[in-house]
């Protein structure tokens, strides 16, 4: 499928970035949701990537440890929870890594607008919480590159709770009890998505995230997004004005 012509935003990393990457060559976007468990990220991307190929738009989805190199090694490696702070960002910096050269980086010179289910912030939020210092973590990711566009699914702990026991239930990891070792998992649970969520609201602060609404049905919040990115992608200055504005979908 052939990508739209898109208004060429200049490409940048946040750090040193890659030295063998030429940024002219990428002529794709990146879109990324973030936000934290069980907040819905996968189902409005899923939905967004469908909406997107309607309007002729090439697409890539990526994700967190969706890395073929990593993939399963963290996997292996959250089951027996005993992973340290450092191992916990390397092992995360490696799958990031892996997917931004072989997955990302390809799809941004074909063109594509590459939607990420969830991004080097989510690494920052877990560091700050494990007391990890933050200017090493930031330093660890600097190869990354800026997204062209982030939007922060927001949602109070009080649903988030209902949705995750809904969505199947609670683990290890997303509960903090590496953290909170003394506390049953559905207050450890509650303690470290309610901290959480205060360095994702610091966070939006800081990387000027698009913040929306994830209180609201998985359909009101998907055309929110769809009027966003229709926004983004035809009105912004120096977009094409020769394309109708699609409709939403949702």
Request: hydrophobic share 40%; aromatic share 12%.
């Amino acid at each position: 499928m052939s990508s739209l012509q898109l208004a060429e935003v200049p490409k940048r990393f946040y750090g040193l970035g890659l030295p063998y990457v030429d940024l002219s060559e990428l002529k794709g976007k990146i879109i990324v949701i973030e936000g934290t468990d069980g907040v819905g990220r996968s189902t409005q991307i899923a939905m967004l990537r469908d909406w997107l190929e309607v309007q002729g738009f090439a697409t890539m989805e990526t994700g967190w440890t969706r890395s073929e190199l990593i993939g399963q090694t963290i996997d292996e490696a959250k089951e027996g929870h005993s992973l340290n702070r450092w191992t916990f960002n390397l092992l995360y910096a490696t799958d990031f890594a892996d997917r931004l050269e072989n997955q990302i980086i390809p799809a941004l010179r074909a063109g594509y607008i590459v939607l990420a289910d969830r991004y080097i912030y989510t690494a920052f939020a877990r560091a700050h919480l494990r007391s990890v210092d933050p200017q090493w973590v930031r330093e660890l990711f600097g190869f990354a590159l800026v997204p062209d566009i982030v939007f922060y699914l927001k949602i109070d702990v009080r649903m988030l709770i209902q949705r995750v026991l809904e969505a199947g239930g609670m683990d290890y990891w997303e509960s903090g009890q590496d953290l909170h070792p003394q506390l049953d998992m559905y207050e450890s649970f509650r303690r470290y998505q309610a901290q959480l969520l205060k360095v994702y609201d610091q966070l939006a602060i800081e990387y000027q995230f698009h913040v929306l609404n994830a209180r609201h049905s998985v359909q009101r919040t998907q055309r929110v997004l769809q009027d966003a990115i229709t926004r983004y992608l035809f009105e912004k200055p120096g977009a094409p004005r020769s394309r109708r504005r699609p409709k939403s979908t949702a």
